[in-house]
């Protein structure tokens, strides 16, 4: 049975929790490019890229789509999943998975579909719906999508195998963080440590994330349009805390409890990391609002200081992630819509491409780099 799901979904080459919710945008605008959906010619150049049919309001599907088939360790590790899985794994149960890979076939040229009809992501949707998610609704973001599309990834890939969420040790014991097999290249873990001010006890928490949902800082209403980087926001998401009122189980107070610094930290790396930048936010008068902020990002993205080993060791070696796409939305906060900047390889060469729904074309790193992030994917290069 599997050998005949991988012989029609298999491609070679070139494929949450999050921590944190999305506000989501409402998507209620469906292919602003104007693009009719159509049959592709079948003299399409090979390597170029696949749009997506909008099939109504799910530009935010498209988008995210694009993006994760940007990430060759993504859809290598697609791969190489559907290819270890035995016989005993049903067509069934690894639906979402086999159509995941599939569609990133085709948006990646290298599935014959492409050369009939131009595709679209119904059959994904059918099988995420059929684990329970509601993708009907007007209301949905990009973020959410992802978020959707990791969990069901990571509970059929991993159905029978131990999860860990979180967990909680000594400072002075082993920092092994238990992890399944099959766990998605978007997993990592934020290590949170606490140390009591009154006696110096240290603990420390690692809980799994596959996105980082990072907050704007409070908006200046004396300048709506501040400019940002990505190295500041993740500086400010990850900066030391106090927390009061805190039991130490250490202390000598007579109450037991105590002030802790709290400190985040990223305690094991992903292999491809995801970066939210949170843009909705809600006015005095309870209006949803839309952040304008200009952030700031280069194609190299390093985060060795805030790496927790080498917060501890001090020696804060360069830890390099390279952008594979940006999710970007287009519109305000009760709708808009979403496309995608992403990377792809034509001709052994790296280019750039702009991508919304059906229609694709080539773009400048210079126009990437003057997008408005609202997710952004990345690759570990060192």
Known sequence: MLKSVLKHYWFTGAATVAVVAS????????DTDGEKTQKNP?????NKLSGLTNEGNTCFINATLQALASCPIFFNWIDSVLTRKTSDVSEHYLRTTCSLNLTMAVINNQHP?????????????????KHGWNLK????DAHEFFNMLSTTLDEEINKNNKTCKGISIEEQATTSVCQPNS???FRGYLASQLCCLSCGHKSVRYDAFECLSIPLPKLDVRNAFTMLNVEGLLKQFLAAETVGEVKCD???????????????SLGKLP???CLHIQRCDWTNAGQLTKRQDLVKFSEELNVGNFVYTNRLSGNFKPVTYRLRAVVEHLGMADSGHF???????????????????????????EEVLKSSPYMLFYERCT
């Not at 506000?23 to 469906?30: D, M, N, Q, R």
């Not at 609704?137 to 949905?140: D, M, N, R, V």
């Not at 496309?339 to 790193?365: E, I, K, L, P, Q």
Request: net charge positive; with cysteine.
């Open 23 to 30: 506000a989501a945008y409402f998507v209620t605008v469906g």
């Open 42 to 46: 079948k003299n399409k150049p090979k």
């Open 113 to 129: 579909t492409i050369d009939v009809h131009t595709f679209n992501s119904r059959q994904l949707i059918q099988s995420l719906e």
């Open 137 to 140: 609704s007007e209301e949905q």
């Open 183 to 185: 766990s998605s290249p």
């Open 250 to 264: 250490s202390c000598s107070l007579k109450n037991g409890k105590s002030v802790f610094l709290k400190q985040l």
């Open 271 to 273: 292999q491809c990391l």
């Open 339 to 365: 496309v995608t900047f992403r990377r792809n390889v034509v001709d052994g060469r790296t280019r750039w491409f702009y991508t919304s729904d059906t229609f694709t074309r080539t773009a400048t790193f």
